[in-house]
């Protein structure tokens, strides 16, 4: 049987870790943060996307524009040694589910095989799930063999469905992981300075 090893990393990882103190809000001038198509970062960040290598003042500050549930897909931005770092999403098509997801999220029967719908994703108001195999080992040639259901998952206090980059958190410290090593989907976030940051993340092969 041949066997392909494959390997996930952070969407959106940048190289070099930036740490910072505490942050403030931005006060974008009044502007509501929702008020038009994209404008949706959060609250620590401009509602607009910025230009590459503009100015900030908030050192490891990470944000997100757009509403796909695949990070990648949105433009992401972090703020390191006082300019923005600009990344583009992928152009990316989010489709309705397919008829084979389960209605909901709670009736998605998580960890039972199911088969030939390997490479399936479905998004709920709550999150993700998807018929995978995990990227633990050597990924088999005839996944449908072993493929099963997974859905977000995170750790207790996490919020669901995954929060965008730059919204405020309580929990300084909490890691919070959304299938990263096995849905398309997935991302690690952490709660840092009261914002929420990419956390970059590597799977074993």
Not at 63 to 78: F, I, K, L, R
Not at 91 to 110: E, I, K, M, Q, R
Not at 127 to 136: D, H, R, T
Request: aromatic share 6%.
């Amino acid at each position: 049987m041949k066997r392909i090893a494959f390997v996930f990393v952070g969407s959106v990882a940048l190289l070099g870790a930036c740490g910072g103190a505490t942050l403030e809000p931005i006060d974008d001038g009044g502007h509501d943060k929702d008020s038009s198509p994209g404008n949706d970062a959060g609250t620590y960040c401009p509602s607009t996307v910025p230009a590459n290598n503009s100015a900030c003042s908030k050192n490891g500050l990470w944000c997100e524009w757009g509403n796909d549930p695949n990070m990648s897909c949105n433009t992401t931005a972090q703020c390191a040694n006082g300019s923005w770092i600009v990344m583009e999403g992928a152009d990316c098509l989010t489709p309705p589910n397919p008829s084979s997801c389960p209605a909901t999220f709670a009736s998605v029967p998580a960890g039972e095989l199911c088969g030939n719908l390997v490479g399936t994703t479905c998004q709920y108001e709550k999150g993700m799930c998807g018929c995978a195999v995990p990227s633990g080992g050597p990924y088999p040639e005839d996944a449908a063999a072993v493929a099963r259901w997974y859905c977000d998952s995170p750790a207790a206090g996490c919020p669901m469905p995954r929060p965008k980059l730059g919204t405020s958190c309580n929990s300084e410290g909490l890691q919070c992981d959304y299938s990263p090593c096995v849905l398309p989907t997935g991302a690690s976030l952490i709660c840092q300075g009261g914002a929420w940051e990419n956390q970059p993340y590597g799977c074993a092969l």
